[in-house]
Structure formats: C-alpha cells, structure tokens
C-alpha cells in the first residue's frame, strides 16, 4: 500500500473515534454532544440571527431547558384558590338573572305590587351626598344579596340596618319582619329546648342533694329571672340576618334577652367577624358573639332611629283613654307632606322623633313585675306564711314613642345629635342629615317625604373617658363570732389532772349514793 492510502485510513479511523466519542451519551443528560451540537446548527441554520457566535451559549441554554423532563412525583400539587376568587364565585350568583321557562327576560314586576326590598341604591345616593355610606359597588352588591334574601324567606320587609366592622371581618346586618302567619317556630322550639335543660339541671341537682349527706343550705335567692320579650313586641320586634361579606349565606341572629342587653351596657368589646367566638368579660356574658351583637343592634336601634316628626302618627281608632306610654304601634300618615330643610336642621331638633321604643333600665320596653307569681305556680300555704312578701317595685318607665329628640340627655354638655346640610354649594339640592353624638356611626336623612336611618361604626357608644370594667363585688362578710364558735385555749395538764379527779370524785359519790338507796329498799321490803 502506498503512503497516500495509509493517510488515508488513519484519518477516517481518527473521524470514527471523534465520532464515536461525541454521540457517547451523558449519564445525567441522557444526550450526546453530538446530537447537541447537531441541534445548535439546525437552529442557527433555521433561524439565522444576527451574529450566531455571541449567543451561542444562550442557544445552547435554551435547548437544553426545552429538553429538560421532571421526574414523575406522588405528591400532587395543590391547586390553591385565593379568598378573592373564593369570594368573586359566590358574588356570580348574585348577577345570575333568573327568568321562567320558555322565557329570555325575567318577568316584569306590576306597579301596584308591594315589593318587600327598598330601592337601595337611591337610599345610597342621599348617604353618599352626606359622605356617608359604603362605595357604589359594594351597595349594588348589599342591594343584590338583600335581594336574595328576600327570595329565599317569607318576609315581609327588608331593610339594611348598618354595617359593624370588625377586627377579622365585617357584619353586613339586614333588619326583617316575616309575614303574618309566618312566625318563626325555630325560635319557639329553641326556648323549649332551653327551658327543658334548665329543668334537667334542676332535677339533676336536687337528685344529687338527696343521694348526699345534707349540708348547710344558704338563705341566698337569685332575683328573679327576667323573660324575653315575645316575638314581634319589643326589642324582639324584627328579626335580623347578617353575612360577613356580600353573596355569602345569610345568617339569621338569635332573639335578645334582657339580661344580655343590661350586662352588654357594662363591658365593651370589639366584634372578631365570628358569631360563634365567645365572649370573655366581667360580668360575664350570657352568649357569644352572636348574642353579643344582637344585644348592641337592639340597644343602638332603640337610641338612634328617628324619622321626621309628622311621618308617623298614632291610629285613631286605637283607645283613647290608652295610656301613651304603652303603646307600641303606630301608622304611617299617609298626608304628611314633607317639612322643609329649614325646619329639619333647626338647631332645637324638635322636628325629629324616635319610632322605635325605649329600651328600660330593665333590658325590655315593657316593664315585667318580677313579684308577679306565674299562674302555674303554687306553694304550700306554710310556706307563703313563712316566707316574707317582697315590697312591690316600682314600675320602669321611659319616653313614649314619637318623643321628640330634643328631649334626649345631653352628650358631654353637647346636643345628642348635629344636623347639617349635605351640600353647601348647591343647597336647593341638598338632603337634611343628622349624625348621633351618642353612637358615633349612626345617621339620618330626610328630604321630602323620603327618610333612611343607616349605621355603620364598631358598635360602641360614645365615652369621654376609657373604658374600664365595673370592679368585683364586696368580699362577703365573715360570720358573726359568739360563744358557740368561738375557739378557745387548749387546757393545761394540771387542769385536766384536776377536772379527772373531780369527775372521779362526782362518780364515787354517786356510787355510795346508789349503795345508800338499795339498802334502804332492803329494809322496807323487811
């Protein structure tokens, strides 16, 4: 072979040995520089950027990224949902519009029909001029979900109440009444069920006095438990629901109880957007949150709902000789005609009044005699004998309803309320607005014949001074000290050497005594 051949073959062997070991494949890859390199070029040759040689490592990068496969795991990845997504799905049924079958537009409502829901939004924009209120979305949404509500239970009126902020979330608060003959029987069964437990624990407990040896029984009697008032009377007139955001569920609050509106007055507490959180205070709180914030919407309704004096009026055909502080109903006149913003901002407010009662030092707006027995309770007439009769209390009273607003106690030697106009600039287009200086949050317009009340705060009432909780009870009294419990000092032993023999001494005495008389006996019956 000539030397030209030889040359030859040992190039193309020094080729094959540079090829074989380009395409060797890489033990982490799992590619060869070979098939790399090859990539490179078909990308540069299909794409042909401008000037190759400075992002060829970039290319190089790239390709193996898209190369690049995740090893198959067993642990799924969770799909996190934000809580505004979670939110913004339960707001899209708000938007839904329900039509009937067959039918591409929802039907149309007939003028004379009384619909059970304000127009929201109109109520909105008068608040709204006053620089009071919630923003326009979140209104349409309130009025969507007031809506909803309506749809979903036999009411008969809806109104919102207020919005009570939070420390973790905000109540939006919705004040209803049921139709006639739609009374609520939950709640009935509720107290039932309250009032058998009660008498479980009582037999339980006096079942257990009987099992256990007796104990000395203390003289103390509870005062008297004051009930509730009935359904549709009262603090108990309306019925409320609240959510804690627009579109999710209504939740409807329990009635309110007399002792939670008195202790509710002695501690102040900021609500957490929880109804089930408990309450922790001195006095202690019969309740949770849900109570708690039933109590203050009782308590701030009975202060802080006014309307324009004229609006409301007594029925005539009610009796005349009814005394004025009992009456708990009223009318709407059907001729007021409006009063003018002259006399609605008149500085003496005696143009405004209160249509809700008065809520009693008691915790009711009607007062309950605690002395009065139960029809169904009879004693023993011992023990009527026995036991002392309770003076008679004297009767709780409170301003009549429709009392005008001047007449409510001053705030720090200011008015209870300030009225003003919404509008300086354009006055002829202004609404009246009164704003609470006991329940800061609390307002009121009035233009017309229209008239709203709103609330919007934390559910606190207004305090020159801070807060501080009433101090504990006077330690109870020792027990009278006398002769019978009073300790003495321990004898010494010459005394107790000396009481024994003076003890011996008395029974030797009595031995020759009895000795004396039996012989005695002897010589009579000789």
């Given amino acids: 072979m000539d030397n030209n ?7 193309s062997n020094e080729i094959l040995t540079a090829t074989s070991y380009l395409m060797k494949t890489s033990t982490k890859s799992k590619t060869s520089l070979y098939e ?45 949902v934000s809580p505004a997504v979670e939110l913004a799905q339960q707001q899209k049924n708000l938007f839904e519009v329900r039509t009937e079958e067959g039918e591409d537009m929802p039907p149309i409502p007939d003028d004379d029909q009384d ?36 749809e979903n239970y036999p009411l008969q009126t809806v109104r919102f109440w207020g919005k009570i902020i939070g420390i973790h979330g905000n109540y939006y608060i919705a004040e209803t009444q049921y139709r006639e003959g739609e009374d609520d029987e939950e709640d009935d069964l509720e ?4 009032e058998e437990d009660d008498r479980g624990e009582e037999s339980e407990n006096g079942s257990e006095e009987e099992d256990e040896d007796e104990l000395p029984k203390s003289s103390f009697k509870p005062p008297p438990t004051i009930p509730r008032e009935d359904n549709r009377t009262g603090a108990n ?50 309740g949770n949150e849900a109570n708690y914030l039933r109590a203050q919407i009782a308590r701030i309704s009975g202060c802080c709902h006014i309307s ?23 009318i709407v006149n059907l001729e007021f005609e409006g009063l003018t913003l002259k006399e609605l901002l008149e500085p003496s407010l005696s143009n405004w009044v209160h249509h809700v009662q008065y809520l009693l030092p008691q915790g009711r707006c009607t007062w309950f005699n605690p002395t009065e027995k139960p029809e169904d309770d009879f004693e023993d007439e011992e023990d009527d004998e026995e036991r002392e009769e309770p003076d008679e209390p004297e009767p709780e009273t409170g301003p009549p309803l429709l009392t005008p607003i001047s007449e409510d106690d001053e705030v720090d030697a200011r008015a209870s309320w300030t009225p003003y106009l919404s509008s300086r600039l ?40 801070n807060y501080s909780p009433p101090p504990p009870p006077p330690v109870q009294d020792e027990f009278p000290s006398g002769a019978d419990i009073t300790e003495i000092d321990d004898p010494t032993i010459e005394e107790e050497n000396a009481l024994k023999a003076a003890q011996r001494a008395e029974e030797e005495d009595g031995e020759e005594l009895e000795d004396e008389m039996d012989e005695e006996e002897e010589d009579d019956d000789d």
């Fill in 5 to 11: 051949t030889k040359g030859e073959m040992a190039e």
């Fill in 115 to 150: 619909l059970p829901l304000p127009d929201l939004m109109d109520i909105a924009h008068y608040f709204e001029q006053a620089g009071v209120g919630l923003s326009q979305m979140e209104v349409y949404r309130t009025f969507l979900a007031l809506k909803s509500l309506a």
């Fill in 308 to 330: 324009p004096l004229g609006y409301y009026h007594f029925d005539e055909d009610e009796d005349e000789d009814e005394d004025e502080n009992v009456r708990e109903s009223f």
């Fill in 426 to 465: 354009v006055p002829a287009y202004a609404c009246a607005v009164l704003r609470s200086n006991r329940w800061p949050g609390a307002y009121a317009f009035a233009i017309d014949r229209k008239f709203e009340n709103i609330y919007i705060g934390f559910g606190h009432k207004y305090n020159s001074e």
């Fill in 36 to 80: 790399h390199l090859s990539a490179i070029l078909m990308k540069v040759l299909n794409e042909r950027p401008e000037n190759p040689v400075d992002i060829l490592e970039d290319m190089s990068r790239n390709i193996k990224k898209s190369k690049f496969i995740v090893p198959n795991d067993t642990i799924q990845d969770e799909n996190l």
């Fill in 191 to 194: 107290d039932e069920e309250n």
């Fill in 237 to 286: 007139k309306y019925i409320y629901f609240v959510c804690s955001e627009p579109g999710n569920p209504w939740v409807k609050l329990p009635h309110v109880t007399p002792t939670q509106i008195n202790i509710s007055r002695n501690i102040k507490k900021f609500f957490t957007g929880k109804l089930d959180s408990p309450i922790v205070s001195y006095p202690p709180f019969p």
